[in-house]
Every structure is written in C-alpha cells, then in structure tokens.
C-alpha cells in the first residue's frame, strides 16, 4: 500500500513542479520567490525513490539511491527559510527592503544546511529497511527527535505565515505551516509510514499557493503603478 502511496505523491509533487514552472516562467526565474521549486524537485525524488524500492530490490544502488535522499534534505529543505523571508519582503515590510535582510536570509539558510550536515549526515550510515511493504535504506542510528533544522524551517513558516496572513489577508501560508507542523508531531492510528507525506504535500501546496498570490499581487501593483505614469505627452 505504501509502494503505491509514495509513487502517488511523486506524481502529485511533479505536478505541482509543473504548476511551479509556469508561474516561474510567466513571472521571472532568477529570484527567491522561485526557492521552493527546488524542494518540490527533491520530494519528487525522495518519494520516487521510496516508491521503487522494492522493484530496484536491495543492492548498492538503491543504497546510493538513498543516501542521495538525505544529502538532498539536508542541501535543500532550509531553502524554505530563505524563501518564507522573502516572502515578507514581497508583502511590504519596510525593515525587509534593506539589503542586510536579503543577505541575511540567504545566510540562515546556508547555515541551516551546515548544521544539518554536521548532526545528520556526517558520518551517515544506512542499512536496509522495509516497512509496509517498502524497500529503503535508513539510518542505522535510530532518530531521538525531530531535527532541529526541520524544527527551524516550520518555525519560520509559521511565522512568515502568521503575518503574511495580517498584512495581505491571506491566510493559506499560515495553514499549511500549521497543519504540517501538527500533522508531523501527532502520531496517528494508520499503519502506513507514507501518510506524514500527505501533510508535507499540503504545506508545499500552500506555499506553491502563496508565490502565485504574490505574483498576482505585484503584477496588479506594476500595472496601477503603470496606469498612473503620465504620459510622454503630458511630461512634455
């Protein structure tokens, strides 16, 4: 059953790349806004690898194939830092606008992703695994908590969510954050080990959500900005 669910998220998490694409495209690429782009692209691995495990069957590439996995967590997730900072950037926030803040942000998410190399991935060792029917290759080390990046991460979606919601009335940042939160911190009564992925798959919707208000948002602020220009006529 879990074979099937983790392929499904794959699918969906390419969709949703897709979706994320052509608001890239028809807005502009080079910019944080687009950060989340790269998470999705990770889900959409981490999820097929654990939905072809059992049919690559245990061997080193499947160990490969997972080590990839955590060094891709540990590389990328904290990128949603930099991106939920951003965010606020793009709803006004005066203290936002400075420099320092832009090159803040982008620090915290560089120094999230060292932590997260020095207490979760150096030194890594996997062994395999199978759980509800799925094929993987896990730490050997049993987890003791939540990693303190991923702590970190929802945290500052939380935040950014909270008053994203305040300033431009929209609440969905704020949501997704919480119920991701939540939804990771409850244990519940289903024996399947991929239903946590559903709440990761709301957050990344929420934020997918929230780069295409923002879009529209700028795109009605250029054109009132551009509608009250004076012409080439009236300067003159």
Partial sequence: MDTILFLGFA??????????????????WWTPANFPLLVVAALVYDNAVLGAGRFIGEGPLLEFLNYARYYIHAAITPVLVAWALHTLR?????????????????????????VEYFLEVRGLEL????????????????????????????????IAGAMIWKRQKWPWLFVG???MTIGSGIELPID????????????????????AFQDGQDADAARVSGSLRPSAAVRA
């Avoid at 062994?127 to 303190?148: D, K, R």
């Fill in 177 to 179: 954050a919480v119920i």
């Fill in 127 to 158: 062994a395999p695994q199978e759980e509800f029917g799925v094929l993987s290759y896990g730490n050997v080390e049993p987890a003791t908590g939540p990693p303190l990046m991923v702590l970190v991460v929802a945290g500052v979606l939380v």
């Fill in 192 to 211: 399947s080990g991929a239903i946590t992925n559903a709440f990761e798959l709301v957050l990344l919707v929420s934020i997918l959500a929230t780069k």
């Fill in 11 to 28: 699918v969906a998490y390419l969709a949703l790349l897709v979706w994320g694409i052509v608001l890239a495209a028809r807005h502009r």
């Fill in 90 to 114: 793009r709803a006004g926030f005066g203290w936002a606008q400075a420099r320092w803040y832009q090159v803040a942000s982008i620090g915290a998410a560089l120094a999230l992703t060292v």
